[in-house]
């Protein structure tokens, strides 16, 4: 004897076996109190999401518990999903950390050969300075002050580095935080997604 159900097909696409009659109800086809199973989207290739459910005749419950196989497999492919996006926000977060890091080293080490060649020039300067000893003429005032004012600078250029290399780095901390969280916000709105039609699935299992 066989079964007088109705088919649909809803929005995204997935085909079900409904015992009563079903309704559509936002994106989906749901009968209340009733049960209903999954079956391939293969089937019955010309119903749409617009038309109307088809009533067909089950002969077989071999065929019912085949689909109810098929979207348990389903979820199974789902947890292996989700495991793998939690796997890859791991991995996203260690290449954004070695990144920024990178990114930090560089800075660090173009603002030391900078400061490397100023107290170079500063050492320099200090040392030209040191001759000018004792009684000095007009002329050697005037190169010693010249020596003086070519050291403030010089400093001054340090300085500089050093507060543009700070600056940098807090940059470069905001920015790798930012960009961690985006990058998890994407994937976890990604599981949360999948997380919700494994949920659907287990409730179409279930009934």
Sequence with gaps: MGYEMYVARDKNGRIFVYENKPRRYGNIWVNVGGSYIPIGKDMFPNLKWEDEPLKVVLTEQKEIRQSQQLIEDEIKDINIKIKLLKLE????????????????????????????????????????????????????EAAFLDLRKDMKIVSFKIESVRHRLSNSIRNLKIQKTRSVRESQDYLNEQIIDIEKEKIKLWQKVKH
């Excluded at 050969?113 to 300067?125: F, G, Q, V, W």
Aim: charge should be negative.
């Design 89 to 140: 926000k791991t991995r996203e977060t260690e290449r954004l950390n070695r990144y920024y890091q990178e990114l930090i080293q560089f800075e660090c080490k173009k603002a030391d050969e900078e400061i490397e060649k100023l107290t170079a020039e500063k050492m320099m300067l200090r040392s030209d300075m040191n001759k000018y000893v004792g009684h000095l003429d007009a002329e050697e």
